[in-house]
Nanobody, 127 residues
Framework: QLVESGGGLVQAGGSLRLSCAPS????????MGWFRQAPGKDREFVAA????????YYSDSVRGRFIISRDSAENTMSLQMDSLKPEDAAVYYC??????????????????????WGQGTQVTVSS
């Protein structure tokens, strides 16, 4: 129900921009998140954005390097990733949930809280 794009191979220090678009629905009213999973590791929270794009949340490992945003007109959500490091390499997943509750980092960082997921896009960072 969500489709990610924009993954690929980049050198350390480089940039990538991931996008997430819904299949057959609007993102209006949905909280959107990015998670990543490297081989042998648990799925890890990266960033999230509230329904109107005003509130954003980041993991400590990406804060200051990644920017999450949403474009209501285009019905998409993006993750701009700069200053990439080899440890950023993973499959990146977007996730969504419609909610009206007040958000906290602990809520949006929990992968079990989301209802919808994409299939993932691979990000590889060479050193």
């Amino acid at each position: 129900q969500l489709v990610e794009s924009g993954g690929g191979l980049v050198q350390a220090g480089g940039s990538l921009r991931l996008s997430c678009a819904p299949s057959g629905r609007t993102l209006s009213g949905y909280v959107m998140g990015w998670f990543r999973q490297a081989p042998g590791k648990d799925r890890e929270f990266v960033a999230a954005v509230n329904w109107n794009g005003v509130e954003t949340y980041y993991s400590d490992s990406v804060r200051g390097r990644f920017i999450i945003s949403r474009d209501s007109a285009e019905n998409t959500m993006s993750l701009q990733m700069d200053s990439l490091k080899p440890e950023d390499a993973a499959v990146y997943y977007c996730a969504a949930r419609f909610t009206t509750v007040a958000l906290t980092l602990s809520i949006v960082a929990n992968p079990g809280w989301y209802f919808y997921w994409g299939q993932g896009t691979q990000v590889t960072v060479s050193s």
